[in-house]
């Protein structure tokens, strides 16, 4: 009996040789429409579907394949007397190499305009029935879904006639999490069309992006992973112009540059360590920007990681040449800024796409066993609830210096205090058990320049202490939530040393 290989695909890369190669070895070639055509065009023979299941494919080829001559063929173990006989009996011939790939769903949906119906018409019904009954028969069919495995298929039958049974099973164990990503992004694109925000499940699918050389310390082995779809505003996306590979710690502090940097309108440089901004600067020029970010805290950004959200220049790029620095992100780089830069060897340098802001992402957060998930905190100033309890109100300059304060602390680690003037951060407490404690920490960074300038608190205060802090140190304006049932005490003090202090009605605590 010849024996006989199925292909029906989507992504035609490598299939030509693959099936002059599968001819070669004997197999007989079944095919179905647009793949047919193509291989029937290249010169090799094609067995049509129709052929096999005795019946013309309908409803405008939804229904092609799925018949028990197809089915039958595929999860028959032919290796057992009883499964032999039967399909004997009805005139079935067993097929032992099923290449398929998927209607291209995901290019559909990612269309800017696609019609619900273009989509609908994209979900895969038979590829996926076919992957999974040869994949649960791999024992005796090699399931293939992907062109970079092709020539391991060819090799191994050439080899030995067959497919090893390790191999088949490897095959095997790709396409369930093909067929499982492909579900996942149907199950999310139906979900988001219907405006389910609490499904009863959620299921995810992530490409990988590349392995990492190990996680957060070097005994734990880690890899990065993309969402298919995802915000083109992303490390995920980044292009690498120059440097070594990115680390596992890198990836995570270079976001957490990129979403303080995309706050800003004007040009704005943040400069990041283990996730925390150390220095946040603007100007009306992206070189004095980064000054204004590397003066805020020229200790810590040492081995740091830096965002710019407009070009890097050549005035730019000598700053940055000085320091010694991780990572550089920014839109774009000139070819003077790039010849500075690439002079060092081991610095990153990554472009990322600033265009128009797209939709917010859920964030996610893994727990042991579970996984939690919210809205990303996407709440500005315009949105704020702003009330002025205080006797005295800010000033121009006050108010200035207060919202770029509240921008850069809801990406500070809780407890997160903030002390800025209108141009650039001064000092910044992160992740303080205490309120006071991180204010004490932010007040100590800004010394002398804490006079006259502003202070920012992702959360309220719970009693007056952080006020009286402030106020010792020269802070003249602060700007936090409110609601705490001892907010009187903070007004009284703010009013007993003259400082304007502004509620927002909004907490941004980041855990």
Avoid at 242 to 251: A, R, T, W
Wanted: hydrophobic share 40%; with cysteine; net charge negative.
């Amino acid at each position: 009996m010849r024996k006989k290989a199925l292909i029906s695909v989507s992504d035609k890369t490598g299939i030509i040789d693959f099936a002059k190669g599968l001819q070669e070895l004997g197999f007989e070639i079944i095919s179905t429409g647009g793949t047919k055509q193509a291989l029937q065009d290249s010169g090799v023979a094609v067995t049509g579907i129709s052929d096999v299941t005795g019946f013309p494919e309908i409803l405008d080829g939804r229904v092609k394949t799925l018949h028990p001559n197809v089915h039958g063929a595929l999860l028959a173990r032919v290796g057992e007397a009883d499964h032999l006989s039967q399909i004997q009996e009805h005139g079935i011939q067993p097929i032992s190499v099923v290449c398929v790939n998927l209607y291209p769903f995901k290019e559909t949906i990612s269309k800017p305009d696609v019609s619900v119906e273009e989509a609908i018409e994209n979900i895969d019904i038979g590829g996926p029935s076919m992957l999974r009954s040869s994949a649960k028969n791999h024992e005796y069919v090699a399931a293939v879904v992907d062109p970079a495995d092709y020539n391991t298929v060819l090799t191994e039958l050439k080899e030995t006639g067959d497919v090893n049974k390790e191999t088949k099973r490897w095959l095997a164990a790709k396409v369930f999490r093909h067929t499982a990503a492909y579900d996942a992004m149907i199950a999310e694109y139906m979900t988001e069309l219907v405006q389910e925000e609490q499904p009863e499940t959620v299921t995810m699918t992530f490409e990988l992006k590349q392995p990492l050389r190990y996680g957060e310390n070097p005994h734990q082995k880690a890899a990065f992973y993309k969402k298919p779809l995802g915000s083109s505003f992303s490390i995920a996306h980044a292009e690498q112009l120059h440097g070594k590979e990115l680390s596992y710690n890198n990836i995570n502090d270079a976001d957490a540059a990129l979403q303080i940097v995309r706050e800003f309108n004007q040009p704005a440089a943040v400069a990041v360590k283990h996730s925390n901004p150390c220095g946040v600067g603007t100007g009306e020029t992206i070189e004095a920007a980064f000054s204004q970010a590397y003066q805020a805290d020229p200790v810590s950004i040492f081995g740091g990681i830096v965002a710019l959200n407009r070009e890097v220049n050549r005035e730019t790029a000598e700053q940055l040449h000085e320091i010694f620095l991780e990572i550089v992100i920014a839109p774009s780089f000139t070819k003077e800024a790039l010849e500075i830069l690439t002079s060092k060897k081991n610095i990153r340098l990554l472009t990322v796409s600033f265009g128009k802001k797209e939709k917010a992402e859920k964030k996610l957060s893994s727990i042991e066993g579970g996984l939690l998930i919210q809205d990303s905190d996407e709440f500005g100033f315009e949105q704020a609830d702003i009330t002025v309890p205080t006797k005295r109100k800010p000033t121009e300059d006050e108010w200035n210096a207060l919202k770029l304060g509240w921008k850069v602390v809801k990406h500070v680690k809780s407890n997160a205090i903030v002390v800025s003037d209108v141009q650039m951060t001064l000092g910044i407490g992160a992740g303080q058990m205490n309120r006071v404690g991180s204010a004490r920490i932010a007040l100590e960074q800004a010394g002398e320049k804490a006079k006259g300038s502003a202070m920012a608190s992702d959360a309220f205060f719970p009693m007056d202490d952080t006020v009286e802090a402030a106020a010792k140190a020269g802070i003249t304006s602060i700007i936090q939530p409110g609601g705490s049932i001892r907010d009187e005490d903070s007004i009284k003090k703010a009013d007993e040393y003259g400082i304007a202090m502004v509620f927002t009605g909004v907490r941004h605590f980041k855990h």
